[in-house]
RNA sequence: GCCAGAGUGGCGGAAUUGGCAGACGCGCGGGUUUCAAAAACCCGUGGGCGAAAGCUCGUGGGGGUUCGAUUCCCCCCUCUGGCACCA
């Protein structure tokens, strides 16, 4: 029986403190190592953790462990995303003023990462909520707002009716708030912007320099961005000076085109109709389709709709008039907001001319047939023009340059590109957040904060009741002030930012937390810059991930920083499910760490967290299967001090000179393998769930081995020491308090984390008998064991000796042999 | 609708380049121990047939390629995520 028994509330607190006190995850600036950046997502402090926050933590602190016994000079620091509307709306409800409850939540966070011996270099910690951060934030506005891409602007935007404030446009998940579910409308107000569509290509393209970031990712946010390539064409209109510009992405159609279409919120529709019979018609259409909200208008199932307006365009290439319409589902945020009908073409046109009686002309046709003068759909392929005067008979694939070039010669037209992807609205009319250091004065305009007057600091004792206008509005001591430019009065802008702009530099604040001359610095960011691994949830692909790139490329155009991308690997981690569900406080089903820990150890909860299933993936906790895990931290534990005192003498270097039986020199080869296997599994795909089978398989031969064993025999004894050695050293990444422990109880001075990961000797991880499959047919039908390496021929005569009952009355006409593998008969 | 990803025992999940399907763990069944229970340990555990040896079916469904398919190809179903009147 065990000399000690593994009690983990007596190793637990001890190693965390031993941690702190050897400044174990403290970089090392000076160091000559490599460097790893390891970054985990920083959170929102909210009450308490749950063990699925922890699984993302627990992660990021397995490659930090490991890739310091790997040899690097690993910075793995931590932070919180501390401003954000939950403390606020608490706040609200009768809470503790933000400030007071987010410093609170930190602390607690703080406590409970502890626990779970996740270690961070927390003499970097940042808090995006303190003065010295956000000042920095507001510099960094500045920066934006002097290069012009921070700009107020007239824009329909998103409305919150919950959380009374504006919304960026990735914060809108089928018309409601991202956050709080809440309705949200279209307003038409000024705000601020930070211009992400002059990035827009850039943020395209060097998408494809991110190898090591998962596809899944990659796809969203091109997606998001939303990149066509097409043609503006100009059409005049009859009896008026006004030009509609169209963007389309099949110039090839254009002598199909048979209306015109117009958005509601077209600009220029009140001047076309102003003189018009049919004015009141369309200024009633148009107002009724500015009511209907998001997927009511804007989705493939609404219905389509639209009026004449009176007017007609003038064809550019024919001359001919064509009807301009009025319909709801040309979008003005999309293109110009006016659009070339060509219902033969295109299926929503189609729709369209067919509800109204339009004309449809086809104008491209599958080679060698007539098109039909009455389509029955829109004809969306490949083919060749019809219709389509000097074009006619040129596959339109070619057409579609030909067609654009025309045009250009004419004046009327040219190549066009159009993003999906729409400016970054910064502005909130809330409370906590970051104050835009703006000044409005009357003379002189928009005025920046001057940098030496930064940070314009968010006053504690504010009034902050959600009305629709920021709470900062109401402090006069903090509205009024004086211009920088004339000294006269003036007034502070009010909004607070959106707090993924906090988010989207804290990475590097990181590299010099507490310098008070600048946000970072330059040469020490370039050199740890980018990370080389961010670990964080999925539900960040576009949100922060696009804005923390953009961020990153307009401080590389400012030369403040040598580097484009941010992140050179990125991880997402699924979410821990319980019921099926995701773990929430409003569900009830949340797992607290605390309780774990206090039951089964934090070794226990981490190992039960990776074991779960391959970290990509969702995951469903389930209370009772932890004790599998802790049961093999039991064994583990045994294992170790049950031996030691049998192996401890035992000098290792006699360990390539000594004889092994043939039972010490399978545990060798299952010690080799295991350290070979783990190491893959951890470095080609953090595939920490088979990685822990493996020691978990590694444990209990080497438990069959010491029971078997009386350690007589010096083979014995450093068969297993060598495998001691290995398993504590592969475990510490997942287990470190009892890795630690048991390195002691070994004999080790130092924490196993200043020591190395072990090296699979690739002679020994060769075992010496193979067990090779023997079918008849493709069935299986035996097994034979014999040695490695055994040439086919006397392979095959093994292999056919022991299926010899299947083989029997039989013609072997094929013999397959896989060595190594498997032998198979194929018999008549 | 379009684009990704997935579908394997009661459950979570394993399976190099196609080569013993179900590693490892939970649960469950049986046993040892105990006055008893918990814990621990040992044995068993995909379905069907069989006393057993063994046979047979089996990785969402249907076809195909192959000596051999969870893996490759075609069609279909279901689920998850993303985009969705984007001109």
């Given amino acids: 029986m065990g000399a000690r028994r593994y009690e983990p509330k007596e190793i637990e607190a001890y190693w965390q403190k031993y941690w702190d006190e050897i400044s174990l995850f403290k970089m090392d600036p000076d160091s000559l190592r490599p460097k790893f950046y390891c970054l985990m997502m920083f959170p929102y402090p909210s009450g308490t953790l749950h063990v699925g926050h922890g699984r993302n933590y627990t992660l990021g602190d397995v490659l930090a462990r490991y890739k310091m016994m790997r040899g690097f000079n690993v910075l793995t620091p931590m932070g919180f995303d501390a401003f954000g509307l939950p ?364 940098d030496k007057d930064l940070p314009v600091l968010l006053p504690d004792s504010v009034e902050f009741k959600p009305t629709g206008e920021s709470p900062l509005a109401r402090l006069d001591s903090f509205v009024n002030t004086t211009c920088p430019k004339c000294g006269g009065p003036a007034r502070r802008e009010t909004d607070t930012m959106d707090t993924f702009v906090d988010s989207s530099w804290y990475f590097l604040r990181y590299l010099s937390p507490k310098d008070p001359t600048k946000p970072f610095d330059s040469r020490i960011v370039n050199k740890w810059m980018p990370v080389d691994q961010y670990i964080g949830g999925v539900e960040h692909a576009i949100l922060h991930l696009l804005y923390s790139r953009f961020v990153t490329k307009v401080l590389a155009d400012l030369k403040l920083v040598s580097f484009r991308e941010p992140f050179a690997a990125l991880f997402t981690q699924g979410m821990i499910t319980k019921g099926g569900e995701k773990m929430s406080k409003s569900r009830g089903n949340t797992v607290s760490p605390d309780e774990t820990i206090d039951q089964w150890g934090a070794d226990a909860l981490r190992l039960y967290t990776l074991f779960l299933g391959p970290p990509e993936k969702d995951a469903e906790w389930d209370d009772r299967a932890i004790s599998g895990p802790f049961r093999f931290l039991v064994k583990a534990w045994d294992l170790v001090h049950d031996t030691v005192d049998k192996i401890v003498k035992e000098d290792p270097k006699g360990l390539a000179t000594a004889t092994y039986s043939k039972e010490a020199r399978a545990l060798r080869q299952k010690t080799h393998a295991t350290i070979r296997d783990v190491t893959d599994d951890v470095e080609k795909s953090f595939h920490f769930n088979t990685a822990i089978s493996k020691l978990m398989v590694l444990v209990n031969d080497a438990r069959a081995f010491a029971d078997a064993s009386g350690f007589a025999e010096p083979g014995d004894r450093l068969a297993m020491r060598e495998c001691l050695e290995a398993l504590t050293r592969l475990l510490a990444p997942f287990a470190p308090h009892l890795a630690e422990e048991c390195f002691k109880t070994l004999g080790h001075a130092q924490s196993v984390f200043r020591d190395r990961w072990p090296e699979a000797d690739a002679t020994l991880v060769k075992a010496d008998e193979q067990e090779i499959v023997v079918q008849v047919n493709g069935k299986t039908r035996t097994t034979v064991t014999v040695p490695a390496g055994l040439d086919p021929d006397a392979l095959v005569a093994r292999a056919n000796a022991a299926a010899a009952e299947w083989l029997a009355g039989k013609t072997i006409v094929k013999t397959i042999v896989v060595p190594g593998r498997l032998v198979n008969f194929v018999v008549k």
């Fill in 87 to 450: 403390a606020e709306n608490a706040a609200i409800k009768g809470g503790m003023h933000p400030k007071t409850s987010t410093y609170a939540n930190i602390v607690t966070f703080k406590r409970q990462l502890g626990r779970y011996g996740i270690g961070y270099d927390w003499g970097r910690e940042v808090i995006s909520c303190a003065p010295e951060y956000y000042k920095w934030t507001q510099w960094i506005f500045i920066r934006l707002f002097e290069k012009g891409l921070a700009v107020r602007k007239k824009a329909p935007v998103n409305w919150c009716t919950g959380c009374q404030t504006v919304l960026a446009n990735e914060q809108v998940v089928d018309d409601k708030c991202e956050r709080c579910d809440s309705k949200v409308i279209q307003k038409e107000l000024e705000q601020w912007f930070w211009r992400i569509t002059e990035y827009a290509e850039p943020l395209l393209k060097d998408l494809e320099t991110l190898d090591r970031w998962p596809d899944k990712v990659r796809t969203m946010q091109r997606n998001w961005i939303g990149k066509s390539e097409g043609a503006q064409i100009d059409f005049g209109v009859d009896g008026d000076d006004a030009k509609i510009r169209v963007f389309t992405t099949r110039p090839d159609t254009l002598f199909g085109v048979t209306f015109m279409l117009l958005a509601p919120e077209y600009p220029g529709l009140e001047k076309l109709i102003a003189d018009r019979a049919e004015a009141t018609a369309v200024r009633r259409f148009a107002d009724q389709v500015k009511n209907q909200i998001g997927t009511e208008r804007a989705s493939e199932g609404a219905i389509k709709e639209g009026v004449f307006t009176g007017r007609h365009a003038i064809h550019p290439m024919t001359g001919e008039k064509i009807p301009i319409w009025v319909a709801n589902y040309v979008l003005m945020e999309y293109g110009t907001g006016a659009v070339m009908g060509v219902p033969a073409h295109d299926v929503r046109d189609f729709a369209f001319a067919t509800k109204y009686k339009l004309p449809i002309r086809v104008v491209i046709a599958k080679p060698g047939e007539t098109p039909s003068a009455h389509p029955t759909e829109a004809f969306t392929e490949d083919g060749v023009q019809v219709n389509s005067r000097e074009f006619d008979g040129v596959p339109n694939r070619e057409s579609y340059g030909k067609i654009v070039a025309a045009l250009e010669k004419k004046g009327v037209g040219k190549p066009t590109i159009h993003y999906r992807l729409r400016d970054w609205l910064i502005s909130r009319q809330r409370y906590w957040g970051a104050p835009i250091p703006m000044i409005r004065c009357e003379k002189d305009g928009i005025v920046p904060v001057p």
